[in-house]
C-alpha cells in the first residue's frame, strides 16, 4: 500500500504537553471539594496535625522532666544562682525561651507544609 500524496501532514499529539490542563484540574479538585480534593486537604490537615502533636509533647516531656529530675535529684534544688534557687529560675525564666523556640519551630515546619501543599496543587 502506498501513503496518499497531497493530504494534510500527520500530527503527533504528546501527553507531556498537557501539563497545564493538570494544573487547573488539580486546583478545581482542591476548591470544588471532590474526592481528590477532600483527600489533599486532609493530608495537609493530618500532616498539621502531627507536627503540632509531636512537639507538644516532646515541649511537655522537657518542661515535666524538669520537676521530676529536681525530685529524684534533691541536692539540685539546693543550687543558688544570683541568689534564685534553681526550680524557680528553671521553671520561671528558662521555659519561656523554650516556648519560645517550640513555636517557632511551629511556625516555620507548618508554612513548609503549606507550601509543599500548594507546590502539589500547581503540580
Same mark, same amino acid.
Given at each position: 500500500m502506498s501513503a496518499p500524496t497531497g493530504g494534510p501532514k500527520r500530527e503527533r499529539v504528546?501527553?507531556?504537553?498537557?501539563?497545564g490542563a493538570r494544573r487547573v484540574r488539580t486546583r478545581v479538585e482542591v476548591q470544588e471539594q471532590t474526592l481528590v480534593g477532600d483527600v489533599m486537604i486532609r493530608g495537609l490537615v493530618r500532616a498539621?496535625? /502531627?507536627?503540632a502533636l509531636r512537639l507538644a509533647v516532646a515541649c511537655a516531656g522537657l518542661l515535666c522532666a524538669i520537676p521530676l529530675i529536681l525530685y529524684l535529684v534533691p541536692g539540685v534544688s539546693s543550687v543558688s544562682v544570683w541568689g534564685i534557687r534553681l526550680p524557680w529560675l528553671v521553671l520561671g525564666a528558662l521555659a519561656y525561651p523554650l516556648l519560645l523556640?517550640? /513555636?517557632?519551630v511551629y511556625v516555620r515546619r507548618a508554612e513548609r507544609n503549606e507550601?509543599?501543599?500548594v507546590d502539589l496543587v500547581d503540580d
Amino acid at each position: 500500500m502506498s501513503a496518499p500524496t497531497g493530504g494534510p501532514k500527520r500530527e503527533r499529539v504528546v501527553l507531556a504537553q498537557r501539563h497545564g490542563a493538570r494544573r487547573v484540574r488539580t486546583r478545581v479538585e482542591v476548591q470544588e471539594q471532590t474526592l481528590v480534593g477532600d483527600v489533599m486537604i486532609r493530608g495537609l490537615v493530618r500532616a498539621q496535625l /502531627g507536627l503540632a502533636l509531636r512537639l507538644a509533647v516532646a515541649c511537655a516531656g522537657l518542661l515535666c522532666a524538669i520537676p521530676l529530675i529536681l525530685y529524684l535529684v534533691p541536692g539540685v534544688s539546693s543550687v543558688s544562682v544570683w541568689g534564685i534557687r534553681l526550680p524557680w529560675l528553671v521553671l520561671g525564666a528558662l521555659a519561656y525561651p523554650l516556648l519560645l523556640v517550640v /513555636g517557632w519551630v511551629y511556625v516555620r515546619r507548618a508554612e513548609r507544609n503549606e507550601q509543599e501543599f500548594v507546590d502539589l496543587v500547581d503540580d
